[in-house]
Nanobody
């Protein structure tokens, strides 16, 4: 029912910046926590950044000081500002949301389809 649509990925040179956006659309739900994951070829998917409904955040160590996650609850949108990008940041980035459907008691996890981020040297 919920649809997560990511945007903002692309190709950037090392040291550059990108801003990813993920908007949740649909009806009949509310969103709790949101986050960004990434997966590089041959690697495990890892949590990059996470933000609670109250605004508390956490980051993977490699992203601390460079990435900032934020959200606009009125728009059901989460953002990931990525600065000082490095080639090792290259991955498919996935938006994630903990969704509570009004018709259900238990929240479920929803995923976007991913957006490619490529950082060249």
């Amino acid at each position: 029912q919920v649809r997560l649509v990511e945007s903002g990925g692309g190709l950037v040179q090392a040291g550059g910046s990108l801003r990813l956006s993920c908007a949740a659309s649909g009806s009949g739900f509310s969103i709790n926590a949101m986050g960004w994951y990434r997966q590089a070829p041959g690697k495990q998917r890892e949590l990059v950044a996470h933000i609670t409904s109250g605004g508390s955040t956490n980051y993977v160590d490699s992203a601390k000081g460079r990435f900032t996650i934020s959200r606009d609850n009125a728009k059901n949108t989460v953002y990931l500002q990525m600065n000082s990008l490095k080639p090792e940041d290259t991955a498919v980035y996935y938006c994630n949301a903990q969704v509570h459907y009004y018709s259900d008691y238990v929240p479920v996890l929803s995923w976007g389809q991913g957006t490619q981020v490529t950082v060249s040297s």
